[in-house]
């Protein structure tokens, strides 16, 4: 991406007045609404093709990621669900808790009371 350069390519994020005037706002905005009805209509087909009925539906055991060349993992398993205040008890999943012990305790924030 060109945007943080002040060479945006589509005039969005620029203060060269040159690539300003390409930015025709009417014709932008119809495209942009066909960019985003189509983004959602093409995620409603990977929920039906879950089975599912509505985006609520989806949950981490649903999004497979590959973490390295030869496996794939679940959201779920990557970042099981934890019990609130797992992290402050010291009873998350080891890696997890792991990673938080290695952090500032500045960095934390206190639970909801």
Same mark, same amino acid.
């Given at each position: 991406?060109?945007c943080?350069t002040?060479?945006? &390519?589509?005039g969005?994020?620029t203060q060269? &007045?040159?690539?300003m005037?390409?930015l025709?706002?009417?014709?932008k905005a119809?495209?942009?609404?066909n960019? /985003?009805?189509?983004?959602?209509?093409?995620a409603?087909?990977?929920?039906?093709?879950?089975?599912l009925?509505?985006?609520?539906e989806v949950d981490?055991?649903h999004?497979q990621?590959?973490v390295d060349?030869s496996r794939?993992m679940s959201y779920?398993?990557i970042f099981p &669900?934890?019990?609130?205040?797992a992290?402050?008890?010291g009873?998350?999943?080891?890696?997890?808790?792991?990673l938080?012990?290695?952090?500032?305790?500045?960095?934390?924030?206190?639970? /909801?009371?």
């Amino acid at each position: 991406l060109k945007c943080n350069t002040n060479r945006c &390519p589509t005039g969005v994020a620029t203060q060269d &007045p040159a690539l300003m005037a390409g930015l025709v706002v009417e014709d932008k905005a119809s495209r942009v609404a066909n960019y /985003h009805r189509k983004t959602v209509e093409a995620a409603m087909e990977l929920v039906g093709a879950m089975g599912l009925q509505s985006p609520g539906e989806v949950d981490g055991r649903h999004i497979q990621v590959r973490v390295d060349g030869s496996r794939v993992m679940s959201y779920a398993e990557i970042f099981p &669900p934890l019990e609130d205040g797992a992290f402050l008890r010291g009873t998350a999943p080891e890696r997890l808790q792991r990673l938080w012990d290695a952090t500032a305790p500045a960095d934390h924030v206190p639970p /909801h009371t």
